[in-house]
């Protein structure tokens, strides 16, 4: 399995931020994915990162589909790729209604017709194609002028994968029928067939594709506990944040990541969460989640448990493992990811990888 990690520019300190990534680069580390949520954007953080890396692929992980024109997604990735000579993946995702509508005052409307015609766009672009599309949410050149179509000034030297983020089964059908690589999430492998395999493998079949041709991305929280007792008062420490994802991420009545777990086993639960965080009652929410649903979504345990989690993500088809590392310091996230990335070379080492 490659390895990655996802950093943020949003907060905390950026010069403790970039020791991070250096210092993963020289551990072994893969790739780092730079994130944007309602804080930082992604372009800037990863330009920055790219002159103070040598080896380290980098990813946008997420730009979110409606902040921007595709033509400004495609020009961001190309002038990426370029500085840094050909280690850039585009991961785009369609966000959320809150985060769309709320913050950016833009309708969330049809995420899947544009995520399609977004990527149609940008590879247009990469390729150095003059840029004609008609679509039913795109139309370039805009009609009804004098305008002819143009192409970039520049055209990418490298190859650029598309990565795409997505929950929902027609978003996943669609990342099945025209993406590199799936950046997923809130992933339970026991239950990752019917709630996100079946949906990718339909959309790589209905492209002549296979599972081979797309890299499984998943991303976690990793954290060792010495015993039992630290173990559960870690995963204690975790259930309000997975409260919020399943109550607070999204809007009142559009949550991806609540719907995911539902298809995964837990929809009474994920139900009632919900319901008790959008009336208020945080601690309330918190308090139904089991340690289960922590333990299944996360690298969280002995080191024991961390390894067999790992072999059962392996074998359930991840190629590529993200993780979250825990600590309260820089030195503890390094600590935490080094003994990480030493499991994965090991699990690795079991089937010849």
Same mark, same amino acid.
């Given at each position: 399995m490659r390895t990655s990690t996802t950093i943020e520019a949003s907060g905390g300190d950026w010069r403790e931020t970039v020791d991070f990534v250096t210092e993963a680069e020289r551990l072994g580390m893969d790739i780092c994915w730079v994130? #944007?949520?309602?804080?930082?954007?992604?372009?800037?953080?990863?330009? *920055?990162?790219?002159?103070?890396?040598?080896?380290?692929?980098?990813?946008?992980?997420?730009?979110?589909l409606a902040t921007r024109t595709p033509m400004a997604i495609a020009r961001a990735a190309v002038t990426l790729s370029q500085i840094s000579d050909g280690r850039f993946l585009l991961g785009l995702g369609p966000s959320g209604p809150q985060?769309?509508?709320?913050?950016?005052?833009?309708?969330?409307?049809?995420?899947?017709?544009?995520?399609?015609?977004?990527?149609?766009?940008?590879?247009?672009?990469?390729?150095? #194609?003059? /840029?004609?599309?008609?679509?039913? #949410?795109?139309?370039?050149?805009?009609?009804?002028?004098?305008?002819k179509p143009m192409?970039?000034?520049?055209?990418?030297?490298?190859?650029?994968?598309? *990565?795409l983020a997505t929950l929902s089964p027609k978003m996943l059908h669609l990342t099945g029928e025209i993406a590199d690589g799936w950046l997923g999430t809130s992933f339970v492998p026991e239950g990752a067939q019917e709630a996100y395999f079946d949906h990718l493998d339909a959309g790589l079949a209905a492209a002549g594709r296979?599972?081979?041709?797309?890299?499984?991305?998943?991303?976690? #929280?990793?954290?060792?506990?010495?015993?039992?007792?630290?173990?559960?008062?870690?995963?204690?420490?975790?259930r309000k944040e997975l409260a919020f994802s399943l109550g607070g991420m999204g809007s009142a009545t559009t949550n991806? *990541?609540?719907?995911? *777990?539902?298809?995964?086993?837990?929809?009474?639960?994920?139900?009632e969460v919900h319901a008790r965080w959008q009336s208020g009652d945080r601690d309330g929410a918190a308090a139904l989640v089991t340690d289960d649903m922590v333990?299944?979504?996360?690298? /969280?345990?002995?080191?024991?448990?961390?390894?067999?989690?790992?072999?059962?993500?392996?074998?359930?088809?991840?190629?590529?493992?993200?993780?979250?590392?825990?600590?309260?310091?820089?030195?503890?996230?390094?600590t935490t990811l080094g003994r990480a990335l030493d499991l994965v070379r090991e699990v690795d080492r079991e089937t010849g990888g």
């Open positions: 994130a #944007e949520a309602w804080g930082s954007e992604a372009p800037s953080p990863l330009g *920055y990162l790219a002159a103070r890396t040598d080896r380290m692929l980098l990813g946008s992980g997420i730009i979110q985060v769309i509508e709320g913050l950016h005052g833009v309708p969330f409307a049809r995420p899947l017709g544009r995520m399609r015609e977004t990527v149609q766009i940008v590879r247009q672009a990469a390729a150095g #194609e003059k /840029i004609t599309h008609s679509g039913q #949410e795109f139309r370039i050149p805009l009609p009804g002028g004098g305008a192409r970039l000034s520049m055209r990418a030297e490298h190859d650029i994968p598309v *990565y296979t599972r081979a041709d797309l890299d499984i991305c998943q991303g976690a #929280e990793v954290a060792f506990a010495a015993d039992e007792d630290a173990l559960r008062t870690m995963v204690a420490g975790r991806f *990541y609540n719907n995911a *777990y539902s298809r995964q086993g837990w929809a009474d639960t994920a139900a333990l299944a979504t996360t690298l /969280i345990g002995t080191e024991d448990m961390v390894r067999q989690r790992l072999r059962v993500w392996r074998d359930a088809g991840v190629r590529t493992v993200r993780f979250y590392p825990a600590g309260d310091t820089l030195d503890a996230r390094l």
